[in-house]
């Protein structure tokens, strides 16, 4: 006689679809200014303003906060 496989291991078949991104917040340069905080910058492209941080790297920001 074989037992049969155990079910319980199953993924949800929805999970994946409550995943969401919002989308990109336009802001013009005054607003994105004042958004800032201490460890970013604002990027002026021709055709975007970004916002981005200063050290780009994890292991950068975190030696920083290390030394500070």
């Known amino acids: 006689m074989v ?3 155990q079910l319980t291991n199953i993924r949800a078949a929805g999970k994946d679809d409550a995943a969401k991104v919002r989308p990109a917040r336009e802001m013009s340069l005054e607003a994105a200014i004042e ?4 460890d ?3 990027e002026i492209c021709p055709n975007s303003i970004r916002i981005r941080k200063r050290l780009l790297k994890e292991t950068d ?3 920083q906060a290390r030394k500070t």
């Open 3 to 5: 037992k049969s496989k």
């Open 35 to 38: 958004y800032l905080q201490a």
């Open 40 to 42: 970013e910058l604002v």
């Open 61 to 63: 920001r975190r030696r």
